[in-house]
């Protein structure tokens, strides 16, 4: 597609659940990054893919939070167990080549998820 | 720890003032510099971008921002600001060799008609 797509663009779910976050990348592009963005402040660094593998997943807050990208295209973000605080908005963003070759990201819409 | 501060958290303009929004970060090494900005109901799009050479770099709809090494500062300027400004605005500090975008909290710009 022309840009980063996300997929629920919003998602309501109730405390203790699972679920499961879709990002499909700008065609071509093998790096994708996801970043989480709370109320009043600016995206904050989850994961970053380099094709199929998760070169960096230093920024997932704990291990209920899981990502995978299986065939270097699509990825999830899968929450394990939710909690109030994970309600925020998870950013999906993807650029050209390798990420630290100063490469633009860009990001998609998000996906608003709130906890209840 | 690497971080990006941007002060103004809030600002409020009449159409046709300009424009400086703050941004510094806190890192020793070569840096590759961003704005983002996000309009209304839409997704971060990239403002400009800063990896090299003139430090005084020009993005879409007039916007610039100037890259001062020695204050660890990359601030966005704009001389005059249109109703269709308003929106968040957001630096981004990516460390050279690396793949991490580091953001700051953001501005909130709301130009008056």
């Known amino acids: 597609g022309a840009g980063v797509s996300q997929t629920p663009s919003n998602k309501v779910t109730e405390k203790g659940k699972y679920v499961e976050l879709r990002c499909d990348p700008i065609s071509g592009h093998t790096a994708l990054y996801w970043y989480r963005q709370s109320l009043g402040q600016g995206p904050e660094f989850l994961i970053y893919f380099q094709g199929t593998g998760a070169a960096d997943d230093s920024g997932l807050p704990n291990d209920r939070f899981f990502a995978v990208r299986p065939e270097g295209s699509v990825s999830t973000l899968k929450i394990q167990r939710t909690e109030r605080g994970d309600s925020a908005v998870y950013l999906c963003?993807?650029?050209?080549?390798?990420?630290?070759?100063?490469?633009?990201?860009?990001f998609g819409e998000g996906s608003w998820l709130t906890v209840v | 720890a690497q971080s990006v501060s941007q002060h103004n958290h809030h600002v409020i303009l009449s159409e046709a003032a300009s424009l400086e929004l703050g941004c510094n970060y806190s890192y020793g090494g070569t840096v590759n510099l961003f704005w983002y900005v996000q309009y209304p109901g839409q997704h971060l799009q990239l403002l400009l971008k800063y990896f090299s050479g003139d430090p005084l770099v020009k993005g879409i709809k007039g916007f610039e921002a100037e890259f001062i090494k020695s204050k660890f500062s990359f601030n966005l300027r704009k001389p005059s600001v249109q109703w269709s400004d308003t929106a968040e605005y957001f630096c981004a500090v990516n460390p050279s060799g690396t793949y991490k975008y580091i953001f700051g909290t953001g501005t909130r710009l709301k130009v008056l008609a």
């Open positions: 963003a993807s650029s050209l080549t390798r990420g630290d070759s100063g490469n633009t990201i860009y």
